[in-house]
T-cell receptor
Framework: GAVVSQHPSRVICKSGTSVKIECRSLDFQATTMFWYRQFPKQSLMLMATSNEGSKATYEQGVEKDKFLINHASLTLSTLTVTSAHPEDSSFYIC??????????????FGDGTRLSIL | AQSVSQHNHHVILSEAASLELGCNYSYGGTVNLFWYVQYPGQHLQLLLKYFSGDPLVKGIKGFEAEFIKSKFSFNLRKPSVQWSDTAEYFCAVKGSTSGTYKYIFGTGTRLKVLA
C-alpha cells in the first residue's frame, strides 16, 4: 500500500519551456503533498508543502511564480517549472502523506523526475 | 536553526559487520523522527519511525534506532549487515511549529556492503 506515482521520470527540454510534473497517490488520499529538489550528493531540499484545496506553502528562497504547485484533489498534485532554464536542471521528488489527527504519518515518496534543461 | 546532521557520508562494511549511522538534529519543539532508505534505482522508503513511547524503535529488515532526547540523536543500527543493505540512508525530522509540520532531511549516508 501507500504508492505514490510520479510522472514523467525524465524530461529533457529547451530553455524557456514550461514543464509539468505530476504526483499521484494511487491507493490513499493524500491530504498533504511535498515537493523536494535534490542536487547531486546533497540532501533533499523541501521546496513547498501543499494541502489539498489550498495554496502551497513555499520555503524561503523558492520562487512561487517559477515553481507553480497545484493540489486540486486528494490524489493529485502538480509542479510546473515555468520558463525553465539550465539552472533549474535537477532531480525533483514528490511525497504524499495522509495527515490524520496527531500528525504522525510518514511520507511516501515518488520515484522522482530528472529534469534537464538544455 | 533547524537542521539534521548525518556524520558519515560514506560507509563501507563487509557482510556480517555491525552498522551504526549517526543522526543528530536541532529542533526546538516536539519532533517525530524517521530513517528512510533509498536502494539503487528506487525511491525513498520508510525504514522506521519514532513518535513517542519506547525510544528504541525496531524497523524493517532488522534495523533499529534509538532516540536519545538528551543528545538530540537518533542513530540507526543493524547488528549484521548484508550485501542487499547497500543503499543510501536518510535521517529525517518532522517538527511542528504553530501547527505547521515541516520535514528536514539529513544529507544522507551511502552504505556499501562488500560481499
Amino acid at each position: 500500500g501507500a504508492v505514490v506515482s510520479q510522472h514523467p521520470s525524465r524530461v529533457i527540454c529547451k530553455s524557456g519551456t514550461s514543464v509539468k510534473i505530476e504526483c499521484r497517490s494511487l491507493d490513499f488520499q493524500a491530504t498533504t503533498m511535498f515537493w523536494y529538489r535534490q542536487f547531486p550528493k546533497q540532501s533533499l531540499m523541501l521546496m513547498a508543502t501543499s494541502n489539498e484545496g489550498s495554496k502551497a506553502t513555499y520555503e524561503q528562497g523558492v520562487e512561487k511564480d517559477k515553481f507553480l504547485i497545484n493540489h486540486a484533489s486528494l490524489t493529485l498534485s502538480t509542479l510546473t517549472v515555468t520558463s525553465a532554464h539550465p539552472e533549474d536542471s535537477s532531480f525533483y521528488i514528490c511525497s504524499a502523506s495522509f495527515e490524520g489527527t496527531g500528525g504522525n504519518q510518514p511520507q511516501h515518496f515518488g520515484d522522482g523526475t530528472r529534469l534537464s534543461i538544455l | 536553526a533547524q537542521s539534521v546532521s548525518q556524520h558519515n557520508h560514506h560507509v563501507i562494511l563487509s557482510e556480517a559487520a555491525s552498522l551504526e549511522l549517526g543522526c543528530n538534529y536541532s529542533y526546538g519543539g516536539t519532533v517525530n523522527l524517521f530513517w528512510y532508505v533509498q536502494y539503487p534505482g528506487q525511491h525513498l522508503q520508510l525504514l522506521l519511525k519514532y513518535f513517542s513511547g519506547d525510544p528504541l524503535v525496531k524497523g524493517i529488515k532488522g534495523f533499529e534506532a534509538e532516540f536519545i532526547k538528551s543528545k538530540f540523536s537518533f542513530n540507526l543500527r543493524k547488528p549484521s549487515v548484508q550485501w542487499s543493505d547497500t543503499a543510501e540512508y536518510f535521517c529525517a525530522v518532522k517538527g511542528s511549529t504553530s501547527g505547521t509540520y515541516k520535514y528536514i532531511f539529513g544529507t544522507g549516508t551511502r552504505l556499501k556492503v562488500l560481499a
